[in-house]
């Protein structure tokens, strides 16, 4: 096995008595689409939100590479390439939908700080910029504001600022969540591009079992915060156990 | 893109309001007019560096008049101690500059990580503590009386810049060429510089990050931008700017006490002017700059003339009564807010954006 790009060692969060997530210990490496599945409330987006920095972890760590980024705030983790996609559409919504792209072009170009130079006239960042808009099929809205976009299109610019921000981990929480089975297939189109370049990991929250199918190489199943199955993906969804805790007989035992 | 009809308005607007100013004292050849084209100009930069801060980044705070004092006042002390010169200035400037910058930072760095209620509350108690203390230490400040000082010798109203045949001051369009004019052109000069600089910056790929920091705090995070790095930066930034606006201030006021530069109505006028104008667009600035002024200029005046109209009429006349002027500019705020929701440059923006 290569060396892990991202992994984590019992890895914990507490909210007062409520253990979130509990005990994790996961690797991830380049190449490979690592899909995390569970019921509601499993806790995977908090085991999200601890490794892209939104929360911090009660007790273990997470590791890029060799790096420690346990304590990192999560602007640090994203300059060292650790990049993530929300759930609930997290977007500059006054701005542009082409400004919310160059953000993010301009984040990984460490241009932020650029103070007199017209933010237009840096054309090869608007370059960029709209090469991820038209990868997001977002060309003929660019000017419009964010907060204006249907919720499919939304969802697409989600996409393609974590996509603007080229990272080597990519982190994609629900990304076809409350989209129509038309629009669906643009978001998973884009996220196969990204798979299908070795050198990325990417980490993939999903509830749609044909998402799941289509792009998984590797299912871990999250429950009660505990990881409870890690495997290839007929193999997991195979097991008894995952069966139980999707029919929820589980629960009454472990709880 | 085509310009829009509000866009164009507000262009307009503001080319018209360029040249008034450019040219105020061929224009208004008296000296009130003058003294108000003069604070008009301070304050559009005043309200402009408020503007980064609230309009752009969303930080509340209190304290801006106090970096305006202490650019005027460490220029006062410098031009009362040292005497009326240029280095006096230089000095002054600087060290109000200086001053601002380290104050600015210090507050920054400890409390822009907390909530923006917490910070407002901060920036209120250092700017109070900074007014009591200017009142306090009178050998150095004035106290309440503040200061009042000589300026260089340029800017003396005596100064003659031409001289026609006679040995006399060359008039242009019956305006003395003396150095009263040399100090509005002064303060019009920098306050177009420093309000151009702040333009480029809003429009800088920094501009940007400080809109996303307002718009979606945590996000900008996430997508990799040291929020509370960028959010000290604007503070100091505008600080230095609204430092700098005092400093100007004083050599053009040759007063400085705590009722021009430090005093909370002052902040409550920029909060105002920012609010009139509209926030986040710079231009709104100008705007409610140019409104404000002149109607704590004129409107006392405009009443008295339209009580005196309406002499013989019942009642009218009391409600117009020069003393009433700050009930009808509370109903003039009124209904600027209910009719430009988002001040007025922000609201024909948006209105020429949906044609």
Sequence with gaps: ?255 | MKDTFGALAIKTTMLVIAALLLFAPFLFQDVRALEVAARICIFIVLVASYDLLIGYTGIVSFAHTMFFGFGAYGTAIALKQMGPGWDAVAFGTGAGVLLSLVVAAAIGLISLRVKAIFFAMITLATASVVLVLASQLSQITGGEDGITYRVPELFKPTTKLLVDENGQVLRWFGVKLNGKLAAYYFVFLTSMVLFFLMLRITASPLGTVLKAIRENEARAEAVGYRVVAYRTFVFCLSAVVASLAGSVYAVWLKYTGPETTLSFSIMIDILLMVVIGGMGTMWGAVVGAVLMVMAQYYLRDLMGAAAEAMAGIPLLPEFLDPDRWLFWLGIIFILLVYFFPKGIVGTLMTKGARR
Aim: proline residues 5%.
């Design chain 1, 1 to 255: 096995m290569p060396q892990p790009s991202l992994s984590t060692d019992g890895l914990t969060i507490r909210f007062g008595g409520h253990v979130a997530v509990n005990q994790v210990s996961c690797a991830f490496h380049p190449g490979e689409t690592t899909v995390i599945v569970g019921p509601n409330g499993a806790g995977k987006t908090t085991f999200f939100n601890l490794i892209s920095g939104q929360l911090t972890a009660s007790a273990g760590t997470v590791h890029k590479g060799d790096t420690d980024i346990t304590r990192l705030s999560p602007s640090a983790r994203a300059r060292l390439g650790l990049g993530r996609a929300f759930q609930l559409t997290n977007l500059f919504p006054q701005l542009s939908v082409l400004e919310n792209i160059r953000l993010a072009v301009q984040a990984r170009a460490g241009a932020g700080w650029g103070l007199f130079r017209p933010a237009v006239a840096l054309t090869d960042l608007t370059d960029r910029a709209e090469k991820f808009l038209h990868a997001a099929q977002l060309g003929a809205k660019a000017h419009m504001p964010a907060a204006a976009l249907p919720h499919g299109d939304q969802r697409k610019l989600e996409v393609a600022l974590l996509m603007a921000m080229e990272p080597d981990i990519y982190m994609f929480d629900e990304p076809t969540a409350g989209m129509s089975l038309d629009h669906a297939p643009d978001v998973l189109d884009l996220i196969a591009a990204i798979k299908s370049d070795p050198s990325k990991t990417v980490l993939l929250v999903e509830h749609k079992m044909d998402v799941v199918r289509a792009l998984a190489d590797r299912i871990i199943v999250l429950h009660n915060g505990e990881l409870l199955a890690d495997g290839a993906p007929e193999e997991v969804m195979r097991s008894q156990i995952v069966r139980d805790v999707y029919l929820g007989t589980a629960t009454e035992e472990t709880a």
